[in-house]
């Protein structure tokens, strides 16, 4: 069975500075999904970025991008220009690549983000 | 906008009096999940439909059980709650059961065991 570890359990930044979250993943399969969530305080869990096992380039989107070592098993999560919005838990999740049947997210437990003004 | 939409935010039952949880989704996919998450912890997936098909977790207690009547709405029933049952409650939904596929979360009921 896969596991997701993320090893911090808080972390904080000051605005305006960059943060990188770690996560790390234990599978024998080889193709796969990685992503980061965002859980601001009382509100929904949203997609903050995605990643393909087998896309060698690392996924970006604005503010966030990844670090994916695929042979450590590490997916890092780094916010540039932090923001007070940016606070909240952070899951890092996996997901295998089957096709058909049930192919559930494994979440880790989490990282809290606190944004320091 | 398209969302998932969860009714109500917070519900408080007592002891051992059954409730129900509801989720709606304007997305039309097909899959919608129910996972139970425990403060600072990680959500953990109770069940999915998809489409009209059931699947239950190995470990997911008798006494949760879920409806899904048709495409937007999906219910979760909690037959006897415990105290242990208190929980925000997350419903998802995704096109399909793809690994690429992303799931959109609703924004949670938080039930209350009296």
């Known amino acids: 069975a896969q596991t997701v570890t993320q090893s911090q359990p808080e972390m904080s930044v000051q605005e305006a500075e960059t943060v990188t979250l770690s996560c790390t993943y234990d599978?024998?399969?080889?193709?796969?999904?990685l992503f980061w969530y965002k859980q601001p305080p009382s509100r929904q869990m949203i997609l903050v970025i995605r990643?393909?096992?087998?896309?060698?380039q690392n996924a970006t989107e604005n503010r966030f991008s990844v670090n994916f070592q695929k042979a450590a098993k590490s997916f890092s999560l780094k916010i540039s220009d932090s923001q007070l919005g940016d606070a909240a838990m952070y899951f890092c999740?996996?997901?295998?690549?089957?096709?058909?049947?049930?192919?559930?997210?494994?979440f880790g437990k989490g990282t809290r983000l606190s944004v320091i003004a | 906008d398209a969302m998932v939409i969860q009714n109500p935010r917070y519900q408080v039952t007592q002891f051992g009096k059954p409730v129900t949880l509801s989720c709606s989704q304007t997305?039309?996919?097909?899959?919608m999940y129910w996972y139970q998450q425990k403060s600072s912890q990680a959500p953990k997936l109770l069940f999915h439909y998809y489409d009209k098909d059931f699947n239950n977790e190995a470990d997911t207690p008798d006494n949760f059980q879920s409806r899904r009547p048709n495409t937007s709405f999906c219910f979760l029933d909690i037959r006897s709650p415990g105290l242990g049952d208190a929980a925000m409650y997350l419903c998802?939904?995704?096109?399909?059961?793809?690994?690429?596929?992303?799931?959109?979360f609703g924004p949670g009921t938080r039930l209350t065991v009296l």
């Open positions: 998802a939904t995704s096109r399909d059961r793809t690994g690429r596929n992303e799931q959109f």
């Open positions: 599978t024998s399969e080889s193709d796969y999904y």
């Open positions: 997305l039309n996919h097909n899959v």
């Open positions: 999740a996996y997901r295998s690549a089957g096709n058909s049947g049930n192919t559930p997210l494994v």
């Open positions: 990643q393909e096992a087998y896309k060698q």
